[in-house]
């Protein structure tokens, strides 16, 4: 809602990208047919898109019911109208807001009536954008409103939250702070050399810098569990043809998501579900067994799964229960991408007499049987556990990946001044990482952020926010 401003960010130069005498609008509410819609309007002309439809400009922060007219006078719809004057709005501009009935037709009549009083459409994502670039949200919160829209479960909606309100920018500005202020001590050291200050035989100093390596661990492993809550894993199934990937699939979807039959060769494409376990998200592909075949829509399918296999984070390699590593599925492993870990999942426990299991040894291994069921519940735990995944952790924040490549790049940055200091006593280069470091974390919260960082981060957003 435009009312719910975050204060939590520093104020920010208005970029190129934002001219500040432009003034936006959209429909924020989904399309389609409702009891209520809401047409967004926020820039320095939206007075006069209020008195064009309304007459007047509604006393800010107050509900008023009104008559909403077009540019000929027509009544277009009938409402509330909520006016937030700046800075005090979810933008930091004047921001009007029409909640009239929501109908499709009704909604896009009031968007032409607003665009006919002087506002133009607006980008997708481009009011959060501008709430950023005013300072009233830092990018990590920008980004969290994007996921409280798209969490997929309530773990994942207070993730989201808790980034929204702050969570994850205080860890990393209390970080950047950290570092701000060793960089200053180090950088005072070497600016006067005089002084009875040997920095780099203080044992402080190490202490500080061990101290910092330590806090980017555990922000680094917390924002990791971030992105799984918000992400999930990408998990996929392979195999030789009719070893019951498909069944799998259907098992762990709880629906009739792929067809099974005898037949070896029935999934020619890739078929993707999005599931949950317990809260973690998880999409699960069924690909074309994985054999050589004369049939050119089979070898298609083949080609597909095996793109999906570069992409994966985890593979789920089948094989049958009753005979084992085979030569035909030591082949597979061999051939297999080597960047996602594997799961030999032995299918088929209740043909073969075994009993359902899963353990570590030299590969992770699980048994079970997607006919009956048994040995599902491993399954699971075991996907979890790869993921890092504990459920209900009440302190997750939502992160993103780009969020972990900072921190990483921020930590190596931190590890290579240490070298630095230690085999080298260099100062000057434990400063300059020490600068780094800050940069790094500065992309998260974006106090260093590229125009076309931006652009990539807000063209995922809906059109209304």
């Known amino acids: 809602m435009a009312h719910h401003a975050q204060g939590g960010a520093r104020g920010r130069e208005k970029t190129s990208r934002l001219a500040s005498d432009d ?34 400009v509604p006393e800010p922060r107050y509900a008023h019911f009104s008559a909403f007219r077009d540019a000929a006078g027509a009544v277009v719809d009938r409402g509330l109208a909520l006016y937030f004057a700046t800075p005090r709005s979810f933008t930091g501009e004047h921001v009007l807001e029409l909640h009239g009935h929501g109908g499709s037709v009704v909604m896009d009549a009031l968007l032409q009536a607003v665009l006919q009083a ?72 070497i600016d006067f050399p005089d002084e009875e200050v040997d920095f780099l035989a203080n044992s402080d100093v190490v202490e500080r810098v061990d101290a910092c390596l330590a806090d980017f661990e555990a922000l680094a492993a917390q924002a990791r569990r971030g992105v799984v809550m918000r992400d999930g894993m990408r998990v996929v199934i392979a195999g030789r043809p009719n070893v019951g990937k498909s069944s799998l699939l259907n098992r762990l979807a709880g629906d009739d998501a792929a067809i ?12 993707r579900v999005q599931l949950q376990i317990d809260g973690m998200p998880l999409t699960v592909i069924d690909t074309a067994g994985l054999r050589d075949s004369a049939d050119p829509v089979e070898r298609e399918g083949v080609r597909r799964a095996q793109a ?108 290579r001044g240490r070298e630095q200091m230690l085999g080298w006593q260099a100062g000057e280069l434990l400063a300059e990482e020490l600068r780094l470091a800050q940069q790094a974390l500065g992309e998260i919260v974006g106090d260093y952020t590229s125009e076309d960082l931006l652009g990539d981060i807000f063209s995922t957003f809906c059109i209304g926010k």
Request: aromatic share 4%; charged share 25%.
């Open 260 to 271: 099974v039959t005898d037949v070896p060769g029935t999934t020619r494409d890739l078929l």
């Open 118 to 189: 002087g506002a133009r459409a607006a980008r997708p994502g481009e009011f959060s954008e501008r709430a950023f670039l005013n300072g009233k949200l830092d990018l990590v919160q920008a980004e969290a409103v994007a996921d409280l829209i798209d969490a997929a479960s309530r773990d994942g909606a207070h993730a989201a939250m808790l980034s929204l309100q702050g969570e994850f920018s205080r860890r990393v500005n209390s970080l950047a702070e950290q570092l701000r202020a060793l960089r200053t001590f180090v950088e005072a050291a």
């Open 308 to 415: 999906a296999l570069a992409g994966a984070e985890r593979v789920l390699l089948l094989v049958d229960d009753r005979e084992g590593v085979e030569a035909a599925d030591e082949a597979l492993l061999e051939v297999l991408p080597p960047g996602p870990a594997v799961t030999l999942v032995y299918n088929k426990c209740d043909l073969s007499g075994r009993a359902p299991a899963a353990g570590e040894g030299g590969r992770s291994w699980v048994r079970l049987s997607a006919r009956t069921g048994a040995g599902f519940d491993a399954l699971r735990e075991h996907l979890k556990a790869c993921a890092g995944y504990r459920a209900a952790e009440g302190g997750v924040f939502s992160a993103r990946r780009r969020h972990l490549e900072a921190l990483a790049r921020a930590r190596s940055a931190l590890g």
């Open 23 to 56: 003034t936006i609008a959209a429909i924020a509410t989904p399309p389609g047919r409702g009891g209520i819609g809401i047409v967004r309007v926020s820039g320095p002309a939206v007075p006069e898109v209020a008195r064009a439809l309304l007459g007047t």
